[in-house]
């Protein structure tokens, strides 16, 4: 089971990654400047979660507390999806520069959720450790297990993502994916460990459940937003090469023009 939570943590890392790019498209530009600050920030709070993922595992390591890290995750996600449109809007009107705006923007949003998702990889081996009762000499074959299934998951959310899901149904609705998926493997999670008494139990399912709930009630709004402005004569969406915007626009003389904009 711990091992299925470290390979679906790792697709959710690359697949947020690859979905990052267009999310920031339409404020900053697709250029290698954007693709650098977005893959430096990841990275850099990736290697922050790692370590205090090991120190947290080392002091109190539990399926419960797992959980809350892997939930914590989800809920930091679907506020990407929730707050990106506002806060990219704000770090425009600063005028920084790109590679400066970049950064920024990149630590405000992708920041959080790279920590917390950082800090699973070796707080679900100490875990995994303890429940399992492995001995010493035997501990480098789990590692490596976790670490491989962990890379395995990320290089499946890398083409998954890149080829099929952000082109499928969008950068937006792809982000409510993966925090859904996310509350999902928190409860699996939950489900990895003992089993405590039965309303106890209960309990620790509430907020992957209300996370679920959010994730399907903010993916109907997009929807009903997206038709909204179909209605307009407005579409927005994401192709295999880019983030796409037509729309018509009158001009002094009173004629209409089809407008085409690719950030």
Same mark, same amino acid.
């Given at each position: 089971?711990?091992?299925?939570?470290?390979?679906?943590?790792?697709?959710?890392?690359?697949?947020?990654?690859?979905?990052?790019?267009?999310?920031?498209?339409?404020y900053?530009?697709g250029?290698?400047?954007?693709?650098?600050?977005?893959?430096?920030?990841?990275?850099?709070?990736?290697?922050?979660?790692?370590?205090? @993922?090991?120190?947290?595992?080392?002091?109190?390591?539990?399926?419960?507390?797992?959980?809350?890290?892997?939930?914590?995750?989800?809920?930091?996600?679907?506020?990407?999806?929730?707050?990106?449109?506002?806060?990219?809007?704000?770090?425009g009107?600063?005028?920084?520069?790109?590679?400066?705006?970049?950064?920024?923007?990149?630590?405000?949003?992708?920041?959080?959720?790279?920590?917390?998702? @950082?800090?699973?990889?070796?707080?679900?081996?100490?875990?995994?450790?303890q429940?399992?009762?492995?001995?010493?000499?035997?501990?480098?074959?789990?590692?490596g297990?976790?670490?491989?299934?962990?890379?395995?998951?990320?290089?499946?959310?890398?083409?998954? @993502?890149?080829?099929?899901?952000?082109?499928?149904?969008?950068?937006?609705m792809?982000?409510?994916m993966?925090?859904?998926?996310?509350?999902?493997?928190?409860?699996?999670?939950?489900?990895?460990?003992?089993?405590?008494?039965?309303?106890?139990?209960?309990?620790?399912?509430?907020?992957?459940?209300?996370?679920?709930?959010a994730?399907?009630?903010?993916?109907?709004?997009?929807?009903?937003?997206?038709?909204?402005?179909?209605a307009? @004569?407005?579409?927005?969406?994401?192709?295999?090469?880019?983030?796409?915007?037509?729309?018509?626009?009158?001009?002094?003389?009173?004629?209409?023009?089809?407008?085409?904009?690719?950030?």
């Amino acid at each position: 089971m711990l091992e299925l939570v470290a390979f679906l943590c790792g697709g959710a890392v690359m697949t947020l990654e690859m979905t990052g790019s267009r999310i920031l498209a339409p404020y900053l530009g697709g250029s290698i400047l954007v693709w650098t600050a977005l893959i430096g920030v990841i990275l850099a709070f990736l290697s922050v979660g790692y370590w205090l @993922g090991g120190k947290l595992a080392d002091n109190s390591p539990s399926v419960k507390k797992l959980a809350g890290i892997i939930l914590a995750a989800a809920f930091s996600v679907l506020a990407i999806g929730l707050f990106h449109s506002g806060l990219l809007a704000a770090v425009g009107k600063l005028g920084l520069r790109t590679e400066f705006g970049a950064v920024l923007a990149a630590v405000a949003l992708f920041g959080p959720s790279s920590l917390l998702l @950082g800090m699973v990889s070796p707080y679900i081996v100490r875990v995994a450790l303890q429940l399992r009762g492995t001995p010493v000499e035997k501990s480098g074959a789990l590692i490596g297990r976790f670490a491989a299934l962990s890379a395995i998951g990320s290089i499946a959310g890398t083409f998954l @993502g890149g080829y099929f899901f952000i082109s499928w149904i969008g950068s937006r609705m792809t982000v409510y994916m993966i925090a859904a998926l996310l509350m999902l493997v928190a409860a699996l999670t939950i489900s990895a460990g003992r089993r405590p008494p039965g309303k106890k139990r209960k309990a620790l399912f509430i907020g992957p459940v209300l996370g679920l709930v959010a994730c399907a009630l903010f993916s109907v709004l997009q929807f009903y937003r997206q038709y909204d402005e179909l209605a307009r @004569g407005v579409v927005k969406t994401d192709t295999r090469y880019s983030h796409i915007v037509i729309m018509d626009a009158r001009t002094a003389e009173g004629r209409v023009l089809r407008q085409l904009y690719t950030p």
